[in-house]
């Protein structure tokens, strides 16, 4: 058997390449051990090295910026079996103003608008990770947009979704999305105002636990997502759904370390309708954006 894993930023964005190879590096000893013969993309034309690869592999995913990641999942659709979300719905996700307006008009809680005059949170409208995101009182340029700043714990859920449309839609079981922890995000603020992700906690078991995965699952399936999917939430006055990341985050460089099953395994097995009811944590870690991991 064999997997193809295509992760951009590795061949194609030097800021991003230690997260990405990160990534890619724990999803790739993980279907090794699950008896797959990997194949990555070898240079950085991404979407040729995916229409030269994919076809001989069994499963494929792909791991791109919000901006991308729509192009290259349509693509890699056609030539073998995904394993990641859908391409239409990480489309949705892709546009963080559209997501927070899907998202509020079924009820969920999303940032509000910026207060007119004071300081707000500018971000792209199609953005990665926390590039581009800063704390201001400017407006906003073009293709970007502007929240309230909002106060509270800064956290992250990691859900994987069973198949639920798309190219495999015969796969439906109407299965729950699985658990895999609820993250710490650790987040620094520069003296710009910029954004930056360092690292997180995994797993923890924050106050309003149950609210905070319940809406997380709310917002995955009101999105349509599947496959790993990581929700970033602010436990403030209320739940915020804060962004919606239809791909595998760097919180599961985390989770794979603390964990008994291999997330090879749980992702095929996901994307056919027959993920796990539930995962074995063992212990706890802190990791950085680049990968290193320490036990707590």
């Known amino acids: 058997m064999k997997a193809f894993l295509a992760e951009y930023s590795v061949c194609n964005d030097p800021e991003l390449a230690p997260e990405g190879a990160a990534m890619l590096s724990v999803l790739s000893r993980s279907f090794t051990r699950c008896g797959y013969d990997v194949v990555t993309p070898e ?30 999942t349509h693509l890699l659709e056609q030539l073998t079996h995904n394993i990641g979300c859908g391409s239409m719905n990480a489309a949705v996700c892709a546009n963080k103003l559209r997501t927070a307006a899907i998202l509020a008009r079924h009820g969920i809680e999303v940032p509000p608008p910026a207060p007119p005059g004071g300081m707000q949170v500018v971000k792209p409208i199609m ?21 309230g700043y909002l106060e509270g714990e800064t956290l992250s859920v990691s859900l994987v979704g069973s198949r639920v449309t798309g190219n495999v839609c015969e796969y439906y079981s109407g299965a729950p999305p699985l658990l895999l922890a609820v993250n710490r995000q650790e987040m620094g603020i520069d003296r710009d ?24 699952i709310h917002a995955m399936s009101v999105l349509g997502c599947q496959g790993y999917t990581g929700i970033d939430i602010i436990a403030g006055d209320r739940i915020y759904v804060v962004d919606v990341n ?14 008994e099953e291999e997330i090879a395994d749980i992702l095929v097995a996901a994307s056919r309708g027959e993920a796990p009811a539930e995962v074995h944590l063992s212990g706890r870690v802190r990791f950085d954006k680049d990968g290193g991991i320490s036990r707590i």
């Open 246 to 259: 239809p791909r595998p985050t760097t919180s599961l460089v985390g989770i794979a370390e603390v964990m």
């Open 43 to 72: 240079g950085p034309d991404f979407e040729g090295e995916i229409r030269r690869l994919a076809p001989g592999c069994d499963v494929g995913l792909v791991i791109a910026p919000d901006h991308l990641i729509f192009r290259y």
């Open 127 to 147: 953005g990665c990770g926390s590039l581009g995101v800063r704390l201001t009182d400017e407006e906003p340029g073009a293709d970007e947009f502007a929240q």
């Open 193 to 216: 105002g910029n954004f930056r992700y360092l690292g997180g906690e995994t797993p923890i078991h924050p106050d309003r636990e149950e609210e905070i995965v319940s809406t997380a």
